[in-house]
């Protein structure tokens, strides 16, 4: 069974950048696939990117150019740098390890 736990969430203002962490324990050996999506309700949940074992990576089209993932497969963690921050990606995000999920973690964008 693999755990995940986020970090990093919290509230920023509009163009300021946070850093979200995600560190799988347990069976984690030869997970594929780790990512990010994020809900806002009453909107549907989203996958704001994903990436490989290998290093692919892919975005939704609304963070292109400002957030990057990233991966440690020695370490179980992934990570997404947001940068240029907007209200509209106020959310909670969750870390997706194949398919297992994360608890949560709040992201607040406002002024």
């Known amino acids: 069974q693999v755990h995940l736990v986020e970090s990093g969430g919290g509230e920023v203002q509009p163009g300021e950048s946070l850093t979200l962490s995600c560190a799988a324990s347990?069976?984690?050996?030869?997970?594929?696939?780790m990512a990010w999506y994020r809900q806002a309700p009453p909107k549907q949940r989203e996958m704001v990117a994903r990436?490989?074992?290998?290093?692919?990576?892919l975005y939704t089209n609304s963070v292109k150019g400002r957030f990057t993932i990233s991966r440690d497969n020695a370490k179980n963690t992934v990570t997404l740098q947001m940068n240029s921050l907007k209200p509209e990606d106020t959310a909670v995000y969750y870390c997706?390890?194949?398919?297992?999920w994360g608890q949560g973690i709040q992201v607040t964008v406002s002024a």
């Open positions: 347990g069976s984690v050996s030869n997970i594929y696939r």
């Open positions: 990436i490989t074992d290998t290093g692919s990576a």
């Open positions: 997706v390890a194949d398919e297992v």
